[in-house]
C-alpha cells in the first residue's frame, strides 16, 4: 500500500527545520533481523530477514514504507543494511541503517526498495 | 515464503578471541588502539558487544547470536528488542536531504553503549547516520544530471521495447543488460566520485564530528578491553 503524504506532513517536509513527531509506536523487527513494512509508522504486512536478499518478494517490492535495523553489533559481524532500488544490489542505494536506528517516515523516497545486503559498513 | 539468506559470518574476531585468551597470561595491559581500521572496527565491535551484555545481564536478559538459527518466542523477543533498542519516542530524529527521517532510541543497551564509547550519543547519531549516507546522497543527485536521466531513459526503452509492456519488476538478467547498453553504468561510474566529492564537502562539519567521536570511541574501547583483560587476569590468578 503507497503511503500518502498528509498535508501537515507535507508542510513539515518541505520546511525541514522543524522537528518532525516521531511515532510512539515500537517497531515489532525481531532482533538480528532486517524489517520492512507496506506502511509508513512499521504498520501493515512487514518482511524480515537475518540474511541478504537480492530480489525482494513482489508483495513487499517498490511498496516498502518504513524500516528498521535491529541487527546486533559483534566484531566481524555485518551489522550495517544497505537497501537499494533495484535487484541484485543494483542501481542506487536508498538508505543505509545502522543497529537500532528506524526509518518510519519517508517524504520522498518511498515505495523503492527491491533489495538489501548486510555490510560492515555503509 | 521469503528468501532468506544467512549472513556470512565470522566467528569471534581477533580482539574478542584475544581477550578471551589473555585472560590467564601475565602480561600487562595496555590501552592501544591499533591503527588499521579493519583492527580499530573490530576493537569498536568487541566494546559495543561488551557493554551490551553487561547492561542485558543487569535485567536478566542474555544476547543471542547475530542471526540465531531458531528466533526466540515473539514475547521472549520484544522484552529482548526493548531492552537492547529502547522503547518509547524516538528522542534521536534526522531528516536526510534523500527523504528518509532516520530516528534512534536513547534508552536501551544500544543506546548505553554508544554513550559510554561515544561520549555524546546525540552528536554521534546525527554524524553516524549523514556520513553513513553520503553515498546515498551523491547517488540522488545523480539522477538530476542530463546524462544520467538520458541513460535512464535508454534503459526504461531497453527494458520495455516498444509494443511490449513495460515490466513491473525487470528481471535481473535483463537489468544488468540494459544497464550496459544503455550506458547507465558508466554514466553513475563516471558521475558518482564527481557528487560524492560535493557531499563530501558539504557535510564537512559531520565528517569532522564522525571522526573526532570515532577516536574518542576507540580509545574508550581500548581502555576497556584493556581493563576486561586485567580483570580477567586478576580473577584467574
Known amino acids: ?122 | 515464503m521469503l528468501s532468506v539468506t544467512r549472513r556470512t559470518r565470522r566467528p569471534l574476531a581477533t580482539a574478542a578471541a584475544a581477550l578471551v585468551l589473555t585472560g590467564c597470561a601475565t602480561v600487562p595491559a595496555r590501552s592501544t588502539v591499533p591503527s588499521s581500521p579493519q583492527a580499530q572496527d573490530e576493537l569498536l565491535g568487541t566494546a559495543e558487544r561488551t557493554l551490551v551484555v553487561r547492561c542485558l545481564a543487569a535485567r536478566d536478559l542474555t544476547l543471542p547470536d547475530t542471526a540465531p538459527a531458531r528466533p526466540p518466542a515473539p514475547a521472549e523477543d520484544r522484552r529482548l528488542q526493548a531492552a537492547l533498542f529502547g522503547t518509547g519516542p524516538r528522542e534521536l530524529s534526522l531528516t536526510l536531504a534523500t527523504g528518509h527521517t532516520v530516528t534512534a532510541h536513547t534508552d536501551g543497551c544500544v543506546a548505553a553503549a554508544r554513550q559510554n564509547l561515544y561520549g555524546d550519543q546525540t552528536r554521534w547519531f546525527r554524524a553516524q547516520v549523514t556520513v553513513d549516507n553520503l553515498r546515498a546522497e551523491a547517488q540522488a543527485r545523480m539522477k538530476d544530471d542530463p546524462a544520467h536521466r538520458a541513460a535512464l531513459d535508454r534503459w526504461t526503452r531497453c527494458a520495455a521495447p516498444p509494443g511490449r509492456p513495460r515490466p513491473e519488476r525487470p528481471g535481473p538478467a535483463v537489468a544488468a543488460r540494459c544497464e550496459r547498453e544503455s550506458g547507465l553504468a558508466d554514466v553513475r561510474a563516471r558521475l558518482e566520485p564527481v557528487e560524492l566529492a560535493e557531499v563530501r564537502a558539504l557535510r564537512g562539519d559531520q565528517l569532522a564530528t564522525y571522526r573526532q567521536l570515532r577516536t574518542r570511541a576507540l580509545r574508550r574501547a581500548a581502555e576497556l578491553s584493556a581493563g576486561t583483560t586485567e580483570q580477567k587476569g586478576n580473577d584467574a590468578s
Open chain 1, 1 to 122: 500500500m503507497k503511503r500518502i503524504l498528509t498535508a501537515a506532513a507535507a508542510v513539515l517536509a518541505l520546511t525541514g527545520g522543524l522537528a518532525l513527531t516521531t511515532p510512539a509506536v515500537a517497531a515489532d523487527c525481531p532482533s538480528g533481523h532486517f524489517c520492512t513494512w507496506q506502511e509508513a509508522d512499521f504498520g501493515g504486512q512487514r518482511a524480515n530477514w537475518s540474511g541478504d536478499d537480492g530480489w525482494w518478494e513482489g508483495w513487499i517490492a517498490d511498496t516498502d514504507s518504513s524500516w528498521a535495523n535491529h541487527g546486533i553489533s559483534g566484531p566481524g559481524v555485518k551489522d550495517h543494511v544497505r537497501v537499494y532500488e533495484s535487484a541484485w544490489q543494483g542501481g542506487a542505494m536508498t538508505i543505509c541503517l545502522a543497529p537500532g536506528q528506524e526509518v518510519g517516515y519517508n517524504g520522498a523516497a518511498n515505495d523503492r526498495g527491491d533489495s538489501h545486503t548486510w555490510a560492515m559498513g555503509c
